[in-house]
């Protein structure tokens, strides 16, 4: 059974920093490319960072230059590095991985900025 288990979200001044864990479980991670989902209210759930079983990354334009994905193939983890944290990114982040056959998410992590 596919299973993510997202932590570190909490409330955040803007210019703030924030760190995001994943642990992901039931499935082959050390062969998927994995990512970092964001959901704001209203919106869809988007891709806002990848990063590929040899530690290759990418990044939407909206996070560029402020937040830093890795992974730990040894624990199956999945971390995000939020910097330089601005309002737009209050929403719900996810983890999975960005080609599967499964529908299945975590519950997420609320990052809420605010001042």
């Known amino acids: 059974q596919v299973d993510f288990v997202e932590s570190g979200g909490g409330l955040v001044q803007p210019g703030g920093s924030l760190t995001l864990s994943c642990e992901a479980s039931?499935?082959?991670?050390?062969?998927?490319?994995m990512g970092w989902y964001r959901q704001a209210p209203g919106k869809e759930r988007e891709l806002v960072a990848d990063?590929?079983?040899?530690?290759?990354?990418r990044y939407d334009d909206s996070v560029k230059g402020r937040f830093t994905i890795s992974r730990d193939n040894d624990k199956n983890m999945v971390y995000l590095q939020m910097n330089s944290i601005k309002s737009e990114d209050t929403a719900v982040y996810y983890c999975?991985?960005?080609?599967?056959?499964?529908?299945?998410w975590g519950q997420g992590t609320q990052v809420t900025v605010s001042s």
């Open positions: 990063i590929g079983t040899a530690g290759g990354t």
């Open positions: 039931g499935f082959d991670f050390n062969k998927r490319i």
């Open positions: 999975n991985a960005v080609i599967r056959t499964w529908r299945d």
